[in-house]
């Protein structure tokens, strides 16, 4: 007959031991890496109008002063020209798609999860969320494409003080595309080979600062184009997450190569002066 006290007691030792085990396999020590807690938006600065642009400094579109090669200059040009006459231009994420890298950490709140094979960026927007990997690995050999890349990041001690202050990462395709930087459809090279570096840091004077510094080379530019951009971290304990979803309420409606617009009262119209209606040799023509 087995004694219940002493039955309990190795029952607990064992549940002891396996957490004590389990512990040790996914250790982490937290006062090893950056305090990046928090909701973080991105900083609006005084005098730039308008949805956001890549470079936080500059306003969007022509304003940006992108590197760009005479040929996507032309792009960004027949964009904006497209876009005045109520067309959408090289703006694939008006039909809800995926922005994709650079764009999806211009948009939406985010906020950072660390561990020390992974650090997570999660974003409230039509993009959901980042993968940095920072297990040591190499470049895989066969990547899917993805909007967003594949991201391989390395922490650094660059003050010596025994915590990590910088994450530097790298993203690399192949990429799903169409993309672009901004909403006047900025481009990105249509062949989707871009790769990006980034350094992750807390602003020196202000921690509630956090600094992203990202160079993207890609192959519709004379040269690499660096910019800064800056987020301030809501210092509410518990602020409040927006949930948004592209589709919802979009009005936009592609068929084809055009795009049309959905009335208030449900209806199909054009989105431009004189523009012809789709194909409509799949529906019984009514008589009038």
Not at 211 to 236: G, S
Not at 273 to 284: A, V
Request: charged share 25%; proline share 8%.
């Amino acid at each position: 007959m087995l004694n219940r006290s002493s039955t309990g007691a190795v029952a607990v030792a064992f549940a002891v031991a396996l957490m004590v085990t389990v512990g040790g396999v996914h250790a982490f020590d937290d006062a090893k890496y950056p305090n990046w807690k928090g909701q973080w938006t991105r900083v609006m600065l005084p005098g730039v109008r308008g949805q956001p642009s890549f470079d936080p400094i500059k306003p969007w579109g022509l304003g940006q002063q992108a590197p760009l090669t005479a040929e996507y200059q032309k792009v960004l040009e027949d964009s904006m020209a497209d876009q005045s006459k109520g067309g959408l231009g090289n703006y694939p994420t008006a039909r809800c798609l995926p922005g994709g890298m650079p764009r999806m950490i211009t948009f939406g709140d985010h906020e950072y999860v660390i561990t020390p094979e992974t650090t997570y960026i999660l974003i409230g927007d039509v993009d959901h969320f980042r993968r940095i990997f920072t297990d040591g690995r190499d470049w895989p050999t066969d990547v899917e494409p993805t909007y967003a890349g594949y991201s391989i990041g390395g922490w650094i001690d660059e003050d010596g003080d025994g915590r990590y202050d910088v994450l530097e990462v790298e993203t690399r395709g192949p990429f799903k595309g169409p993309r672009a930087y901004d909403a006047t459809g900025l481009p990105l090279h249509f062949d989707n080979q871009s790769i990006f570096n980034e350094r992750f840091y807390l602003d020196k004077v202000d921690p509630n600062i956090l600094h992203d510094e990202i160079t993207v080379i890609n192959h519709a530019l004379t040269r690499p184009w660096t910019v800064d951009k800056r987020y301030w971290r809501d210092l509410h304990p518990r602020p409040n997450w927006r949930e948004t979803d592209c589709t919802e309420n979009n009005a936009q409606i592609v068929i084809g190569k055009e795009n049309y617009f959905l009335s208030a009262d449900g209806f199909l119209m054009p989105a431009k002066k004189d523009q012809p209606p789709p194909d409509l040799r799949y529906f019984k023509q009514t008589q009038r």
